[in-house]
C-alpha cells in the first residue's frame, strides 16, 4: 500500500508504477554507461607481435604509463590512432592535465584520443599535418571506419587509414610490421598470434580495435583526387596493431544484479561488443553465473 511505501521512505504520485514494476520478469539493460562506468581507458596495445601493458596502477587510481619508445611499429599504430578519429579536445583546456580534459566525442575514440596525447604528442598539430580529404564513419555493418588524408609535409600523396573490429581489419590486411621494424607478409604464425591476443584481451572484458593503414599510389591517387568508392582501396593493407579498452563495471551493479535474480527477474544485457568482451563483463557483474 502507499501507506507502506511511504514508511520505506518511497514517495509515489501513481501506484500503479509500483505495480508495473512488480510484474516485472525480464529487464533489459544497455552496458556502456548503465552496467558501466563510461570511462574508456586505454589498457593495452599490441604491435610487433609484442603486448603492451598501457596502464601502472598507483593507489586505487589508473595513470598513464611513461611514453612508449619510439619504434616503427608505434609510430604506425600511434599514426592510424590520431587520425583515424572524429574525437577532439573541447577548447581552452591546455592547462588541465589530459585524462581530465573534456571532448567532444564517443567514449572509444575519447580514450583513444586522450592516450595519443599523453604518449605521442599534440593531436591537433600532428592532424594539421596530414589533411583529412575522404572519411566513411563507423556502421555497424562494416565494423570499421575509414578515412584518408594528404601526406605532404612527409613523403606525397595519400595514405589510408582504418580502425575496427580486430576480425574485420585483419580480413582486409596481406602484411604487418614485426618486432625487427619490417612489413612482412602475414602468415599462418601471425594469424595463431592475432587470434590469441584478441582472445585473451575480450576475455578481460576489454574491447578490442585492429588498426591498419595503406599508402596509395601518388600517381594513380594524385592530389585533389575525390575518393568516391572506398571499397576498391580495401585490400592488400598493412596491419599495425590492436588497442584494447577497459570501461570498469560500476560498483553498485552486482548487487542490483544479484538482488533482482533473488526476486525472478531475468537480466539481460544489451550490447553491440564482441561476444567474448561480453560475456566477460556479464561474468563480472553477475549476469552470467560462473561455470
Known amino acids: 500500500t502507499a501507506q507502506s511505501l511511504k514508511s520505506k521512505n518511497c514517495l509515489l ?27 574508456m581507458t586505454v589498457a593495452h596495445l599490441w604491435y610487433g607481435r609484442q603486448i603492451h601493458d598501457a596502464t601502472r596502477a598507483d593507489n586505487g587510481d589508473i595513470f598513464m604509463a611513461a611514453r612508449r619508445p619510439a619504434s616503427k611499429g608505434w609510430e604506425a599504430l600511434a599514426r592510424v590512432m590520431g587520425l583515424c578519429s572524429r574525437a577532439v579536445f ?39 599535418q596530414y589533411p583529412k580529404v575522404h572519411e566513411d564513419s563507423f556502421s555497424s555493418l562494416n565494423k570499421y571506419q575509414l578515412s584518408i588524408h594528404e601526406q605532404a609535409v612527409h ?18 590486411c596481406s602484411t604487418f610490421i614485426n618486432a625487427n621494424e619490417e612489413e612482412v607478409q602475414i602468415d599462418g604464425g601471425f ?13 578481460k ?28 582501396l580495401l585490400n592488400n593493407l598493412c596491419f ?43 561474468r563480472a557483474v553477475g549476469i552470467i553465473s560462473p561455470g
Open 155 to 172: 613523403r606525397g600523396g595519400h595514405i589510408l587509414v582504418i580502425k575496427g573490429a580486430p576480425e574485420k581489419i585483419i580480413d582486409k
Open 90 to 128: 573541447r577548447e581552452n583546456q591546455d592547462h588541465i592535465a589530459v585524462k581530465d580534459r573534456l571532448c567532444n566525442g564517443d567514449a572509444s575514440e575519447t580514450a583513444l584520443l586522450k592516450y595519443f596525447e599523453s604518449e605521442y604528442g599534440n593531436a591537433e598539430a600532428f592532424r594539421n
Open 240 to 282: 599495425v596493431g590492436m588497442v584494447s579498452l577497459l570501461d570498469p563495471p560500476r560498483a553498485t551493479v552486482p548487487t542490483a544484479v544479484a538482488r533482482c535474480r533473488r526476486a525472478g527477474i531475468k537480466v539481460i544485457m544489451m550490447t553491440g561488443d564482441h561476444p567474448i568482451t561480453a560475456k566477460a563483463i556479464g
Open 191 to 203: 594469424i595463431a598470434s592475432f587470434n590469441e591476443i584478441d582472445a585473451r584481451l575480450a576475455n
Open 13 to 39: 504520485q501513481k501506484l500503479e508504477a509500483v505495480e508495473t514494476l512488480g510484474s516485472t520478469s525480464v529487464i533489459c539493460s544497455d552496458k556502456t554507461g548503465t552496467l558501466t562506468e563510461n570511462r
Open 205 to 232: 572484458g576489454e574491447r578490442v580495435f585492429g588498426f591498419a593503414h595503406k599508402f596509395l599510389d601518388p600517381v594513380e591517387y594524385p592530389e585533389g583526387c575525390v575518393f568516391d568508392h572506398t571499397d576498391r
